[in-house]
Nanobody, 124 residues
């Protein structure tokens, strides 16, 4: 069973930045399709950014140019850099991982095999 633990959330003002981290217990984490999702109260889950095993990234239109996804394979850790934050970015952010390889569209919309508990981001 793959464990994913997020950290780095918090409360920031509009225009601020945060860096989220997702630490994995899986030694082959780098071979997984990995993603960040978010869910705000009363709203559907939204795929924010994905990173597949060959390094290809995909972003939701709502965050393009503001968020970046990266990884440290040696630490089995996934990151999400959030810049130019807006109030509408407020949500619970969680990371997810799946051993399947997916197309970019699939990766933003799939239900992943593994996910973390999430970290709250609040922008005011």
């Amino acid at each position: 069973h793959v464990q994913l633990v997020e950290s780095g959330g918090g409360s920031v003002q509009t225009g601020g930045s945060l860096r989220l981290s997702c630490a994995s217990s899986e030694s082959t984490f780098s071979t997984y399709c990995r993603a960040w999702f978010r869910q705000a109260p009363g709203k559907q889950r939204e795929g924010v950014a994905t990173l597949d095993s060959d390094g290809t990234t995909t972003f939701a239109d709502s965050v393009k140019g503001r968020f970046t996804i990266s990884r440290d394979n040696a630490k089995n850790t996934l990151y999400l850099q959030l810049n130019s934050l807006k109030p509408e970015d407020t949500a619970l952010y969680y990371c997810a991982a799946d051993p399947r390889q997916m197309t970019p569209i699939q990766a933003l919309n799939a239900v992943y095999n593994y996910r973390g508990q999430g970290t709250q981001v609040t922008v005011s």
